[in-house]
């Protein structure tokens, strides 16, 4: 760790590891962090997370400038997962905000307090007592047993084109978080390669500072002699 005070940091096994405490956390420079830590990246990368516990260290690079928190590995816990069912009601939830309690399916989110799209509301409508088709078929879902054993409803024309519509918005849904997904892992990645790029640039900056140094002590040398 050229250029700052070097201590020997006692770690949560007993270990000792070189480093540094500031504000009473010992921290690392980049790429000289001990085996048992990660960042909240590398254990969602193994399918875990922090489990509530505090960051041990601080991992450092950028001359100090940045820095990621450091959690103990075994205090990690496995990171849950949506069942399913579990996705398909986010999925549901979400599309029926897509309805309007008045004019049906929409293209945006309607208003929390009334439900009504923003072309209803601005023109002054009332919500039609009991909702719609479309807006009942949506309250049917949420109160509807889910056995897979229930007997199917009829449905009515208008329902059949209300429940297509939420399927349709619900698909728009998904499709949007895989994207937001792809996109997450494409910054990812682009975040470490800067990362390796900042850290070739401080080996090289490093490196000239000491090649400087050393001809300033030659040239010492050679005034004295």
Known sequence: MTGRE???VRLWDGRRWPGRVRDGLPEFKFGQAPSGLSTRRQLRERGLCRGGQEPFARLTWKRDRRFAWLYVDDKAKTKRTATDKQLGAVQKALAARKVCAECGPVEHFVRTTDRLCGDCHAA??????????????????QAADTDDDAEDVEESAE?????????????????????????????????????????????????AADTETGQEWAGLDQGAA
């Open 124 to 141: 002054g409508v009332t919500p039609t007592e009991g909702g719609t088709d479309a807006w009942r078929t949506l309250h049917g879902w």
């Open 159 to 207: 329902q059949r084109e209300a429940t297509a519509a939420v399927e349709r918005a619900a698909a728009t849904v998904a499709t949007v978080v895989a994207d937001n997904q792809h996109a997450d892992r494409d910054g990812e990645q682009a975040v470490d390669e800067q990362y390796a790029a900042w850290r070739r640039d401080d080996q090289v900056a490093d490196a």
């Open 6 to 8: 070097v201590e020997w």
